[in-house]
């Protein structure tokens, strides 16, 4: 049974492998957006600080261009996959293109 399913095993670690990778290359991607981020407005949080702004506003700033950022890279990631799962509908046999 081991060596009827060792192709397939090693191709799941594979994917599992470069899934990882691309999780960190993203998570890599994005801290360094919001350090470039922060980094081009370091003068307006400097000048908002000096000004009386609670550091819990600030970072609440930042946090919130975050999540746009973040969600707007959701929102295409998720119509880049179902438009891609679509066109690869005509390799896969005996499963649609959205099952898990």
């Known amino acids: 049974m081991a ?5 397939r095993r090693f191709t799941l670690l594979l994917m599992c492998l470069f899934a990882g990778v691309a999780l960190a290359l993203a998570a890599i991607g994005l ?3 919001i350090s470039y981020m922060v980094t081009q407005r370091t003068q307006e949080i400097g000048i908002r600080i000096a000004l009386g702004t609670r550091v819990k506003d600030v970072v609440w700033l930042v946090e919130a261009e975050t999540m746009k950022l973040a969600g707007w890279g959701l929102l295409l990631g998720i119509v880049g ?11 896969l046999f005996g499963i649609s293109a959205q099952d898990p």
């Open 81 to 91: 996959a179902f438009a891609l799962s679509r066109s690869m509908s005509t390799m």
């Open 3 to 7: 060596t009827h399913v060792a192709q």
């Open 31 to 33: 801290a360094g957006v």
